[in-house]
């Protein structure tokens, strides 16, 4: 049972960003001082990655534990529990499309995690992140 009328839980849930997200905001904060620069939800691509370094050949996504399936603790809302978990399997299969539609094209996908971002974890995920920005770039240079 909800806590909340249909209404207000109607009102919440309107109110949650897609796109300039905390972790969104972490993430680009750190990649823009260090010297990356990098375009915003691409539409152009398939999936409309977060985070879009050109240069490098990277695309990043930066999902949110809950919406996107991850480390999933069986906190599935008691209400409509079927909707919210055939919502999250359909969000589960598109993210795979679309991460083998950018491999097709030659591009390199770095997902994030919301919990990855948590702040004993964040310095951490954000050097593995450029390194593996960083390993995308030699490896393309290679190829070429």
């Known amino acids: 049972m909800d806590i909340w ?73 008691q209400s409509n529990s079927d909707y919210w978990r055939k919502k999250i399997e359909r969000n589960q299969k598109r993210d795979e499309l679309n991460k083998r539609q950018l491999l097709k094209m030659g591009w390199t996908v770095i997902v994030v995690w919301e919990c990855q971002l948590k702040s004993s974890k964040r310095n951490q995920t954000l050097r593995i992140l450029e390194y593996y920005i960083n390993k995308s770039y030699l490896d393309h240079l290679r190829i070429r």
């Not at 972490?26 to 990098?38: A, E, K, P, Q």
């Not at 996504?61 to 999933?72: E, L, M, R, T, V």
Request: net charge positive; with cysteine.
């Open 5 to 77: 009328s249909k209404e207000k839980r109607s009102a919440v849930m309107a109110r949650i960003k897609s796109k300039d997200t905390k972790p969104e905001w972490i993430v680009r904060r750190y990649l823009y001082s260090r010297g990356y620069r990098y375009r915003k939800n691409v539409k152009k691509l398939p999936g409309s990655p977060d985070i879009v370094l050109r240069k490098y050949g990277v695309v990043i996504f930066i999902h949110g534990c809950f919406w996107h399936g991850h480390s999933f603790d069986g906190h599935i809302p």
